[in-house]
């Protein structure tokens, strides 16, 4: 029966969630705060009232004009939205997997670029990152030059390195690409920085979003915004109700009130300066800068502190085997204060 199953999907390991019972959850750059009661009452409500009998709104303009508006999406912009990023990123791939058609990437960066070019029969090339994670312009464009990548992705800030990239350089790609180029900003609630402004410029730059960093990972929605030329065909490859009702419903309901999230994520970025501030403390720590809602951060024997943070109820994500580049390296979500403190003394007892 194996000789069914293609061999690159047969070498590829399951994209991993350990379990979190019962221990602090850094690792997966959740927001820590939930919904205010009175806005759950009113989620409540919204949700009761849904007819589950029916199939979802198959275009929900509605819903798009939320998520203008909450993003400021250029009204001259086309969307697409996708059950996460995720199933965004299999729509961008599947649309241009033609055979030998390749994906760049960056290198470390979102593990689901190089997975996703697997699943649709793509080749993935990786171009290495300097040292402090910066974009190696010279061999990024060489590499745009040589494979001339039907897709290419860049996430700004980039995941799991916590940076933003020199927005020329990403610019330069954008202009000698020969396929489409996104840029995933899926971290944008925790930084100013964006591509959305260039969207127009470009005929080949599209811009990714999602409510999952936000805080709503648990509804699964996100969203491409580019020319309409362009993702008229991606919306082609979109499974037909790809958003749930009750996802629809509850994104209409929250991000018809941005201010709640927008608050939240301004006490994230905070105390992301509390938690950077409480690491570079510590003997033996080197943390990166970050744009993100988590941090990056290299302690001696990694995997030794990873365990002794589990030991003692703190769920991060151990990377050292990852990449490289990311040797002893370790990430954490930022978490509420509390959260944060009791990482804080975890890590000291731990290292
Ligand atoms: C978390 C993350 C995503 C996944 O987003 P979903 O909308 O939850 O699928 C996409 N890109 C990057 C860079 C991420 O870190």
Known sequence: MDDCIRSEIRVLKAYEVPSAEGMVKLDAMENPYGLPETLRADLARRLASLDLNRYP??????????????????????????????????????????PGAVVLGVEPSFVMFRMIAAFVGM??????????????????????????????????????????????????????????????EAYYPFTDRSFLPRLLSHPNLLVMRTVSKLGLAGIRLGLVAGPAAVLGQIDKVRLPYNISVLDQAAAQEVLSRPGVLQEQAARICEQRAVLAAGLSRLAGVTVYPSAAN????????????????????????????????????????????????????ALQDSL
């Open 123 to 184: 080749r993935y090339v990786g171009v290495g990152l300097r040292p402090d994670f910066s974009l190696d312009g010279p061999s990024l464009l060489e590499a745009v030059r040589s494979e001339r990548p039907a897709l290419t992705f860049l996430a700004y800030p980039n995941n799991p390195t916590g940076n933003h990239f020199d927005p020329e350089v990403v610019e330069s790609v954008i202009r000698t690409s020969p396929g489409l180029v996104v840029v995933d």
């Open 57 to 98: 709104d198959a275009n929900p303009e509605a819903l798009k004009t939320v998520l203008r508006q909450a993003m400021g999406i250029p009204p001259e912009a086309a969307l697409v939205l996708g059950n996460g990023s995720d199933e965004l990123i299999q729509m961008l791939a599947l649309a241009v997997a033609k």
């Open 294 to 345: 988590f941090l990056l951060f290299r302690v001696a024997q990694a995997s030794r502190v990873f365990e002794g943070l589990r030991q003692r109820g703190i769920l991060i994500k151990n990377l050292s085997a990852a990449h490289p580049s990311l040797a002893d390296c370790l990430r954490v979500t930022v978490g509420t204060p509390e959260e944060n403190r009791q990482f804080l003394q």
